[in-house]
């Protein structure tokens, strides 16, 4: 055990660094200035060396890894063994230490935290030895912070500051427990991993090409995954269940974290909008406004082996995602089609880079991951150049979902050929397919995802995506200016119709109350413009109705009031 003690007035502080693991989405950047920049002189400030990381070795393993598991390492977990006592500074009221680890060789450093325990009225800052502005905080300003075992945002360069900071009427006792920091070093692939590392042809999410796919872009992430001591990054998306009871199930490949053991799970890291707001990539990587959770447990798994598994992996986030966040949680189509027709998107981290978008509009056939007819579990997938580039898929975008034309998914990238150098840009990419990952790995409910996705047994081949707080004005693929819904409120009878030339007939229709949860279903039978819903047996509130075809779905919002 380390421990790090030093005594204030009549506390004492004791700040332990252990094992760590789970989740954390209390951080945020900001301009307020720690304690130690009002000091009038220069703080004295003690620091620790960590051994440097033997980086031939390393790119050595890395290759081996590669080859195994595709999948790029970015980083190394490093432990620190050190003691100090005392308060380092005071300024007035004012009460602060700091701390300065030295990690050669890095290009990016994170925190690795076992627990953070912050009273009202405590800052923890973290930053790097030349940083003047935007700075990295927990901040215990309005309640208490109380989070267990997860892994910082990361800060640019070779030393990283952590500073407390407490003010002078402040009895209660914080608990800082690291067990280590995460050495994202120089890569023999890349010069940086993570944020401007993709290549040039590749296409944010906030460009033209992104347009009308804003709600399945709210669904993907990227997944910080450790495997020992090892670091790399794939992507992933949060997926809808037929209970629409907001479960926080992340899908992914199954080769992601193929060297994960049991333990690992609790530190994989999940960032949420990590992505630019505007077509052109930002020049610093703090104009980013990106949440995080840590943690998952493992529910499903089919990784690929030879001629077997259609390499899918879902998670369960150890911590809900909260509903403010307005993360969008994917439809998906499982009907099992030897070829599927109509053009989509896939949507990415490469090389765990800001959010991107690739566009395709060529039919999609079945193949194996080669390219050739020893399975029929995968997509073969070819990417269009668009307007802003010629997207592709890169390391770090495995395990992202593929989109149909509906903004359902169809499938996860297990492996590809496609490359931005003007030749290969146009090779194909192999998505596992979701029929597949369905039942087709096998009977138990550890290597399929009916079990845990269709828990109400409907038995549907297509499940439409719900956002997490509600809003759906985002994504609908086709509009429906003359789609009517009346009287809105209502009572006990609700009227839908469509004036268009859009026919009701056969269609599906669902209800969802304000929770998310499917309260009503049905079926339209005839072929009139106007169809009657009998609600008269929900209770007053907000709802959403679903009304669905084979190539169209709508959803509205209304109320019930008596």
Request: aromatic residues 12%.
């Amino acid at each position: 055990m380390i421990r790090f003690t030093f005594r204030v007035m009549k506390g004492v502080f004791l700040f332990l660094f252990l094992l760590t693991a789970c989740f954390s989405h209390a951080q945020r950047i900001t301009k307020d200035i720690p304690f130690s920049f009002l000091e009038n002189k220069k703080n004295e400030i003690k620091s620790l060396r960590i051994k440097p990381l033997d980086l031939k070795k390393i790119q050595k393993e890395d290759s081996i890894e590669y080859q195994k598991y595709q999948q790029f390492n970015v980083g190394r977990l490093q432990k620190v063994d050190v003691n100090f006592e005392g308060l380092q500074g005071k300024e007035k009221n004012l009460l602060f230490w700091k701390y300065r680890f030295d990690l050669d060789n890095a290009k990016n450093i994170a925190i690795r935290f076992k627990n953070l325990r912050l009273p009202k009225g405590t800052k923890l800052y973290i930053y790097s030895q030349n940083q003047k502005t935007d700075f990295l905080v927990y901040s215990a300003d309005m309640d208490d912070i109380n989070q267990e075992r997860f892994i910082s945002r990361s800060i640019k360069g070779q030393s990283i500051i952590i500073e407390y900071n407490q003010e002078s009427f402040v009895k209660a006792l914080p608990t800082i427990e690291i067990d280590g920091f995460v050495n994202y070093y120089i890569s023999e692939n890349r010069k940086n991993p993570g944020f401007g590392q993709s290549t040039d042809c590749e296409v944010n999410v906030a460009c033209e090409e992104a347009d009308g796919w804003c709600n399945e872009i709210e669904s993907v992430l990227r997944i910080l995954i450790q495997s020992g001591t090892h670091y790399s990054y794939c992507s992933g998306a949060v997926v809808n269940n037929t209970r629409q009871d907001f479960t926080p199930y992340v899908l992914t490949a199954g080769h992601c974290g193929e060297a994960s053991r049991e333990d690992d799970f609790n530190y994989w890291k999940f960032d949420f909008d990590y992505q630019s707001e505007t077509c052109q990539t930002p020049s610093s990587e703090l104009e980013i406004d990106s949440k995080y959770i840590n943690g998952c447990e493992m529910i499903a798994k089919a990784e690929r082996r030879g001629s077997l598994g259609s390499d899918f992996r879902l998670l369960r986030l150890l911590d809900s995602i909260p509903k403010t966040w307005n993360i969008y949680y994917a439809g998906w189509d499982v009907e099992d089609k030897p070829s599927i027709t109509g053009g989509g998107v896939g949507i990415h981290h490469p090389y765990g880079d800001i959010k991107k978008i690739s566009t395709y509009s060529g039919k999609l056939e079945s193949s194996d991951a080669s390219g050739g007819q020893s399975n029929d579990l995968f997509w073969r997938t070819y990417w269009d150049a668009t307007e802003n580039g010629h997207g592709i898929t890169e390391g770090g975008s495995s395990g992202s979902p593929l989109f149909n034309n509906r903004g359902l998914i169809i499938g996860t990238l297990a492996t590809g050929l496609s490359y931005c150098d003007n030749q290969n840009e146009s090779s194909p990419d192999f998505y596992g397919k979701m029929c597949k990952h369905w039942d087709a790995n096998g009977v138990d409910s550890t290597v399929q995802l009916k079990y845990w996705l269709d828990p109400l047994h409907l038995n549907v081949d297509q499940w439409g995506g719900i956002s997490g707080n509600i809003s759906l004005e985002c994504g609908q693929k086709i509009s429906f200016d003359n789609f009517v819904l009346f009287p809105n409120p209502a009572s006990t009878v609700l009227y839908i119709g469509n004036s268009d030339s859009e026919s009701l007939q056969n269609a599906i229709v669902r209800i969802y109350n304000s929770s998310g949860m499917l309260v009503k279903s049905g079926k339209t039978n005839t072929t009139l413009d106007i169809q009657k819903v009998d609600i008269c047996g929900l209770l007053e509130g907000v709802y959403i109705i679903e009304v669905q075809k084979e190539d169209w779905m709508i959803q509205k919002k209304f109320v019930i009031l008596r």
